[in-house]
């Protein structure tokens, strides 16, 4: 059974940190692109941050130079290192492949709720 399972979200102060860390079956992870979407309130599904098997990296504009993705392939795990962390940051965050053709149904998520 494909499962993600984000965690370490949480309540934080404008120009804090967190890191989100995503755990992922084997069968969605060896291989393929990752990436981190979030979905802020009232609003649809983003893009955030993505990164390959090999490490290269793509973000989107409103976080770069602040979120830093990276994984561990031998733990079937990506990582989100958010810093300098802004109202707008709040949303639910999630994992999975960039690849459609092999996305797997979504996780629970992960709450970011950042305060001004």
């Known amino acids: 059974q494909v499962q993600l399972v984000e965690s370490g979200g949480g309540l934080v102060q404008a120009g804090g940190s967190l890191r989100l860390s995503c755990a992922a079956s084997e069968s969605i992870f060896s291989g393929n692109p990752m990436g981190w979407y979030r979905q802020p309130p009232g609003k649809q599904r983003e893009f955030v941050a993505a990164?390959?098997?090999?490490?290269?990296?793509n973000y989107a504009d409103s976080v770069k130079g602040r979120f830093t993705i990276s994984r561990d392939n031998a733990k079937n795990t990506v990582y989100l290192q958010m810093n300098s962390l802004k109202p707008e940051d709040t949303a639910v965050y999630y994992c999975?492949?960039?690849?459609?053709?092999?996305?797997?149904?979504w996780g629970q998520g992960t709450q970011v709720t950042v305060s001004s």
């Open positions: 999975n492949t960039i690849l459609r053709s092999a996305r797997a149904d």
């Open positions: 990164i390959t098997s090999r490490g290269i990296t």
